[in-house]
């Protein structure tokens, strides 16, 4: 069982910055993958990345590739997303996901978002 929380939301200007963190309680942390997703209003959820239990293997969504950096703590128990010029398409909810595999839409285990609103 993982129980996952989002924080690190908030309103950004174009080109800005922010990080946002998905802090897991439950043993099996360590060994699961964990993904981000995010979901802009109006629209279907949509991947973002995730990143292996070991850290070893990390996947982006090609879009975001460059400007997105996924990593993750097994010591802290959190997952991290560090985003870069920023664009106001990247506003969104978005949402942590942990799965024995690669996170997908239909991972067993989500948070419940954080917002991402990026002005112009």
């Known amino acids: 069982q993982v129980q996952l929380v989002e924080s690190g939301g908030g309103l950004v200007q174009a080109g800005g910055s922010l990080r946002l963190s998905c802090a897991a309680s439950?043993?099996?942390?360590?060994?699961?993958?964990l993904g981000w997703f995010r979901q802009a209003p109006g629209k279907e959820r949509e991947f973002v990345a995730s990143?292996?239990?070991?850290?070893?293997?990390?996947l982006y969504a090609v879009a975001l590739k460059g400007r997105f950096t996924i990593s993750r703590d097994n010591v802290k128990n959190t997952v991290y997303l560090q985003m870069n010029s920023l664009k106001p398409e990247d506003t969104a909810v978005y949402y942590c996901a942990a799965d024995a595999g690669i996170p997908t839409m239909t991972s067993k285990y989500w948070g419940q978002g954080t917002q991402v609103t990026v002005s112009s």
């Open positions: 439950g043993r099996a942390f360590s060994r699961h993958h």
């Open positions: 990143i292996s239990w070991s850290s070893g293997y990390t």
